[in-house]
């Protein structure tokens, strides 16, 4: 099983500001079959990210993502009000699914 | 597309639940179903997945012996049984189909709730 590895846990920041968040995997995520899903209290998650860069349909550009192998990195550019949730990374490579522990991005 | 599930459930310890997956508005047999939960404070966590096409399934190591999954193409419906409830499964369980861009449609979410 390919283990995925979020941090931070929690990102405290404020609109405007610029979000990193990273996923590092315990194995390599062949084809980069990498995907981030934003979740929000009460909803069900939505695709943002898929095969490790690219963005699914509708999904503002402030959102990117890149990386390959073991580390991958989803970057908000400026925060808007809607965009304070919950990020999970998940790998799809493997037959065996996994997500990673989610980070919180909260309002500072 | 979108996938829509079947209603709440609340159950009893050492009971099964089903949560289906009602798919519309794209090819059933081109794409699988995925299911995820989430219990009460934590993240997200992939259960199993099963193809639309021919029937083929994975689950995670951890519901080995205890979970089932199934297709009716005719419905266009997927089906997951978790068996020997605890309340450790007491979560949201949600359907998503599995396509080559990860789990790309999301259903609405089945609340799942076991109890004495």
């Known amino acids: 099983e390919i283990v995925l590895t979020q941090s931070p846990g929690t990102l405290s920041l404020s609109p405007g500001e610029r979000a990193t968040l990273s996923c590092g995997a315990s194995q390599s995520v062949a084809g980069n079959f990498l995907a981030w899903y934003q979740h929000k209290p009460g909803q069900a998650p939505s695709l943002l990210i898929h095969?490790?860069?690219k963005r699914a349909t509708d999904v503002p550009d402030r959102f990117s993502a890149s990386g390959s192998g073991t580390n991958f990195t989803l970057t908000i550019t400026r925060l808007e009000p809607e965009d304070f949730a919950v990020y999970y990374c998940q790998q799809y490579s493997s037959l065996l699914y996994t997500f990673g522990q989610g980070t919180k991005v909260e309002i500072k | 597309g979108q996938v829509v599930q079947s209603g709440d459930e609340v159950k009893k310890p050492g009971a099964s639940v089903k949560v289906s997956c009602k798919a519309s508005g794209y090819s059933f047999s081109s794409y699988g179903m995925s299911w995820v939960r989430q219990a009460p404070g934590q993240g997200l966590e992939w259960m199993a997945w099963?193809?639309?096409?021919?029937?083929?399934?994975q689950h995670a190591q951890k519901f080995q012996g205890r979970v089932t999954m199934s297709t009716d193409t005719s419905t266009n419906i997927a089906t997951m049984e978790l068996r020997s409830l605890t309340s450790d499964d007491t979560a949201v369980y949600y359907c998503a189909r599995r396509s080559p861009l990860g789990l790309d449609v999301w259903g609405q979410g089945t609340t799942v709730i076991v109890s004495s």
């Open positions: 095969s490790a860069s």
């Open positions: 099963i193809s639309g096409l021919n029937g083929r399934s």
